[in-house]
Nanobody, 118 residues
Framework: QVHLVESGGGLVPAGGSLNLSCAASGSIAGITTMGWYRQVPGKQQKLVAYITIAGGTMYGDSMKGRSTISRDAAKNTVYLYMNNLKPEDTGVYSC????????????WGPGTQVTVSS
């Protein structure tokens, strides 16, 4: 079992920035990738960014160029720094960690609300 604790969400004015964090604990040895997804009511959940244990990164189109994902391996924590936020970035941001398909490791955090005011 993997336990994920997210923090850093909140209300921010347009143009502002936020730094989300997600700390993993428990049976984390099999984690290969940590990432963030955004859910907006009525819309499909979308990838914001993910980072692998090797340091490789992938960014979704919505926040490419306005976000940076990083990872502290010693703390088993992934960070998502977002800047120049726009009202359309509003949503629930959820941490997602997974391992190889063989491991079946796949966990989601409860999500943290990000609201960008215009």
């Amino acid at each position: 079992q993997v336990h994920l604790v997210e923090s850093g969400g909140g209300l921010v004015p347009a143009g502002g920035s936020l730094n989300l964090s997600c700390a993993a604990s428990g049976s984390i040895a099999g984690i290969t990738t940590m990432g963030w997804y955004r859910q907006v009511p009525g819309k499909q959940q979308k990838l914001v960014a993910y980072i692998t244990i090797a340091g490789g990164t992938m960014y979704g189109d919505s926040m490419k160029g306005r976000s940076t994902i990083s990872r502290d391996a010693a703390k088993n924590t992934v960070y998502l720094y977002m800047n120049n936020l726009k009202p359309e970035d509003t949503g629930v941001y959820s941490c997602h960690v997974w391992g190889t398909s063989l491991s079946g490791l796949d966990y989601w955090g409860p999500g943290t609300q990000v609201t960008v005011s215009s």
